[in-house]
């Protein structure tokens, strides 16, 4: 009898659960904003004037909105007719960079596979983005450490060419079962094998000057990841590395292409300027932008993007790439705050935002992964921004799209 009622009790309660589960469920898909398909290229706001800075950083709010890539080349073609020259710097992973250069796509379709490490750039708009820059001859460089498969595929093509296909450069992937030091020593090792080559080549003038910067430069992204891997994936270790690789980025445009710009495309938490935290989370990030802004001062100038409206796509499940598509509601209107009748993109200075009244915003910052339930709790996907500090000026949809 006992026995009867606790199978009883446990049906009754797993039922209730699963009851519970489809309710909330149901309450979701009735509460979430309406999804807005409708893509609408858009130009820059009329008020735009290219700021006086080597890099102009735009971020993006999510990874998964289409609007932001045409801006981009609008952009690019504004600083290359105003200013002669401009290099693209991505989030994107360094070694991969050097694929897409060479390829123009995202997709490779000889082997029918991404060449990317980021599938949120596989899309009709990056494709337009790189078209672009294609037929302008701009160049390409990504900045991220987080993988350096492409990097060293990339060298190991190198020394093939060079005749030096005996090296072990495989050495280098990370093998995360060694010790720290072990597997420090061990990448310092192979990586030395190859500058000692490469000191030979460039002596011999086999290859030149920017050739060898170039791959010295992919060594010291391998070192990078490394550090990055092994200490623990720190996400501030992380943005100092893209801002050094940034640093780079300049310093190798100017001497070996006579540019000094560049346009930066990243990711709303990557390039403000100041330091931040999420309320749900107890650690403090420093972007990329704080490092970038202490380098340079007023040569850096950073963009944020916000929306009213935003249908993004998004990964929801961690065991799959593929991607979902949600909808969020900004609180509180811009557009309502500083007076404007609903335009479909607007610019507003950080001294505009301050001059309405605004001192601090809500910043949307949604990464590769979402849920629905983040969407009741805004706290989870948007940081407090101290508009003075953090950017320069906003771009300000009306509504943001999802990418294709």
Same mark, same amino acid.
């Given at each position: ?19 519970? $589960? ?14 807005? @398909?409708? @893509? ?11 700021p ?12 998964g ?5 045409? $801006? ?14 401009? =290099? ?30 980021? !599938? ?15 037929s302008?001859?701009?160049?390409? @460089? ?14 190991? !093509?190198?020394?093939?060419?060079? !005749? ?52 010295s ?5 391998i ?7 092994? !200490? ?51 650690e ?12 340079l ?30 909808? $969020? ?26 001059q309405?009244? $605004? =001192? ?45």
């Amino acid at each position: 009898m006992i026995k009867t009622r606790k199978k009883s009790f446990l049906f009754l309660f797993f039922v209730t659960v699963i009851l519970i $589960i489809i309710l909330f469920n149901i309450v979701l898909h009735f509460n979430l904003p309406s999804p807005n @398909y409708e @893509y609408r290229q858009l130009a820059l706001p009329d008020n735009f004037s290219l700021p006086d800075a080597r890099v102009i950083a735009m971020g993006t709010a999510t990874h998964g909105n289409a609007e932001p890539y045409d $801006i981009t080349i609008e952009m690019l073609q504004r600083i290359k007719e105003s200013r002669g020259h401009v =290099s693209f710097v991505l989030e994107e992973e360094t070694g991969d960079s050097v694929i897409i250069n060479r390829n123009h796509s995202y997709y490779d379709n000889e082997r029918e596979m991404l060449i990317g490490t980021y !599938g949120v750039y596989n899309n009709r708009e990056m494709d337009r983005l790189l078209s672009w820059i294609k037929s302008e001859n701009v160049n390409l @460089y990504g900045i991220d450490v987080k993988s350096i498969y492409q990097i060293v595929e990339v060298i190991k !093509g190198f020394l093939n060419e060079k !005749g030096y296909s005996d090296i072990n450069i495989d050495k280098l992937h990370l093998n995360t079962y060694l010790e720290y030091e072990i597997q420090i020593n061990r990448n310092h090792e192979v990586i030395e094998q190859i500058k000692k080559i490469m000191n030979e080549l460039l002596k011999s003038k086999s290859i030149d000057e920017r050739e060898f910067d170039y791959i010295s430069h992919l060594l010291h992204c391998i070192q990078m990841n490394c550090e990055y891997i092994l !200490g623990g994936k720190q996400n501030n270790v992380r943005d100092s590395m893209m801002a050094e690789n940034v640093l780079w980025v300049m310093e190798h445009e100017l001497k070996y292409y006579n540019n000094e710009y560049i346009l930066l495309l990243a990711h709303n938490g990557h390039i403000i300027k100041d330091n931040y935290n999420f309320e749900n989370i107890d650690e403090q990030f420093i972007p990329m932008g704080y490092y970038l802004s202490a380098a340079l001062g007023d040569d850096y100038y950073s963009i944020v993007t916000e929306a009213k409206n935003n249908s993004f796509l998004a990964i929801n499940n961690l065991r799959t790439d593929k991607r979902k598509l949600f909808s $969020i509601e900004c609180i509180g209107s811009l557009i309502d705050a500083i007076g404007v009748e609903s335009p479909r993109i607007k610019l507003c200075t950080s001294e505009n935002l301050i001059q309405a009244g $605004i =001192s601090t915003w809500g910043l949307t910052v949604i990464g590769s992964y979402f849920d629905k339930i983040r969407t009741f709790k805004p706290t989870h996907f948007t940081i407090n921004t101290n508009v003075e500090t953090c950017f320069d000026a906003m771009l300000y949809f009306d509504q943001l799209t999802p990418n294709n």
